[in-house]
């Protein structure tokens, strides 16, 4: 169900979804079309840890991963900027969702596995961004924890937009006009 995000126009932006839905490519254009300021939060733990996330993962773990992640997303909300990306995983944690629920309007750029899947492949950044977070084949692995957190995803949006098709402009400006931040 999609709630009343019809006066969310002083509100920042929260972009969640799996890997691979598009969230920073949306991001970007979406914050200079509503003329704010882009932060992902995986950019922010990987400075903060000082090695790719890849490397946190490798090095210190999962968990360690989350709790960087559990702090960054705290620090981004306390001082919201206009739009925020966060990584696939970061609605397993409550906290994390009630923060951006404080702040902004959620919403969950969804995809079915097939087409997340084949865009993760296709990126060439995805082996240094995009550990492996099981021991299941590639496609598999999407399927499985896709299935798993469409539950969070859901209960978490504001709003949800399909981005199996469509391109980052388009999108951002579906995303900017339904928030009320523009005109249609
Ligand atoms: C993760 C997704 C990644 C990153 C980390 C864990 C996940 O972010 O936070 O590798 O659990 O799905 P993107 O969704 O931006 O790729």
């Known amino acids: 169900m999609t709630k009343d995000v019809t006066n969310s126009s ?24 509503i003329g704010g ?8 733990i990987a400075h903060k840890a000082g090695k790719s996330i890849a490397d946190i993962f490798s090095d210190d773990g999962e968990a360690a991963f989350r709790r960087i992640e559990r702090g960054v997303i705290a620090d981004i909300c306390a001082d919201a900027p206009a ?49 492996a977070l099981t021991d299941r084949p590639p496609h598999e692995e999407v399927i499985r924890l896709l299935a798993e ?18 391109d980052p402009a388009l999108l951002a400006r579906a995303i900017a006009v339904q928030t009320g931040h523009i005109d249609a």
């Open 37 to 44: 300021t882009f932060v992902d939060s995986d950019e922010l």
């Open 83 to 131: 739009v925020i990306s966060v990584g696939g995983g970061a609605i397993l944690d409550a906290d994390n969702v009630a923060d951006l629920a404080g702040v902004a309007t959620i919403v969950w750029l969804s995809a079915g596995a097939d087409v997340l899947h084949d865009r993760i492949a296709a990126d060439p950044a995805s082996s240094r961004h995009r550990p």
């Open 149 to 166: 957190r469409t539950p969070c995803y859901e209960q978490a949006a504001d709003l949800t937009i399909d981005v199996s098709r469509g």
């Open 10 to 33: 002083q509100r920042s932006i929260a972009l969640i979804g799996f890997r691979g839905s598009g969230k920073t490519s949306v991001g970007t254009v979406l914050a200079k079309l």
